[in-house]
């Protein structure tokens, strides 16, 4: 061993809370001491203790100032879908995002939509007494998946039967509230009959190779329009990508996480790099609202 090299490294994958908790880049970095041998840590938004420790000097920091096949930075809109809601647009898809989407489908390239929401409601309410449906538990919201017609709890696996009238008042007036990439698919479908769509989340994902096949198929069969959660932003390379689209950009800023502005931050930005082709310039659009904090941060970033 010569060498041992840590890509994306901010990835919070690395990093295991469960017995036996360890974090990879602290055994790496164990292993090459005992062996005298370097550690690269890898990545276009570095976890902030990294880059800290670079500024500080404590460890070496080489910047690349070229990007790969010397592609340019895709062009990055910002919507805010107050002003969208204002001028009488109710959908999940902002004007300029329809508008690209549509634009891209009659250039024949490919587009990726962003949501960090499987299923296809976030919750499930009762509109008379107010109940939610929650996991057992967990106490936290349960999620609506259609096509199973259950109600799941994303972090224990609970499941139950989807619920027509409120076990609480017996009321039937029960609603879906929040959109998963289950129900985005759903509205691309309704909105683009003539495109061609394929979902990437743990529940498309759960056999055996389904991952390679979902990808493969996306990038040999010519699939209009990719529709995922943060799967999609992993190290895959879509030469034909040209448009991607991020819907409530600014929901994992509300995730009780103290570090959720970085999170979100790393996110955006390795979702837009799949927005990318060598002559063709690519485009990424955010839609949704962002604060002026994190937009302020995107800017100072992207300088460095």
Do not use: W
Not at 219 to 240: A, C, R, S, Y
């Amino acid at each position: 061993m010569g060498i041992i090299i840590i890509d994306e490294e901010h990835d919070t994958s690395y990093q295991s809370d469960m017995p036996p908790k360890f974090n990879a880049k602290d055994i790496a970095k164990y292993i090459a001491k005992q062996k005298d041998i370097p550690v690269v840590l890898g990545s276009a938004t570095p976890d902030i203790n990294t880059f800290y420790k670079a500024k500080a000097k404590k460890i070496e920091l080489i910047t690349l100032t070229k990007r790969a096949n010397t592609s340019n930075l895709p062009e990055i809109e910002v919507v805010d879908l107050r002003k969208e809601l204002a001028n009488g647009n109710r959908s999940i898809l902002s004007t300029s995002l329809h508008d690209a989407i549509e634009k891209n489908l009659k250039e024949k390239r490919q587009t990726i939509l962003f949501l960090n929401r499987r299923g296809f409601s976030t919750f499930v309410m009762c509109r008379d007494c107010g109940y939610t449906a929650k996991c057992k538990r967990c106490n936290i919201s349960l999620t609506y998946h259609n096509k199973e017609n259950k109600l799941k709890c994303h972090y224990c696996g609970y499941e139950i039967d989807n619920i027509k009238v409120c076990p609480k008042c017996g009321s039937k007036k029960v609603k879906y509230f929040g959109t998963g990439t289950q129900k985005l698919e759903d509205i691309i479908n309704k909105e683009f009959p003539e495109a061609t769509t394929i979902r990437m989340d743990i529940d498309t994902v759960s056999k055996k190779n389904s991952h390679e096949e979902i990808l493969n198929k996306f990038k040999n069969e010519n699939i209009d329009i990719l529709v995922g959660t943060q799967m999609v932003t992993k190290g895959h390379h879509f030469p034909k990508v040209t448009l991607v689209g991020v819907i409530t950009a600014d929901g994992s800023l509300n995730n009780g996480d103290y570090r959720a502005n970085e999170r979100t931050f790393d996110l955006l930005v390795q979702v837009a790099r799949k927005s990318r082709k060598r002559k063709v310039a690519g485009k990424s659009n955010n839609t949704n609202i962002f604060s002026r904090k994190l937009l302020y941060r995107m800017q100072q970033k992207a300088k460095l």
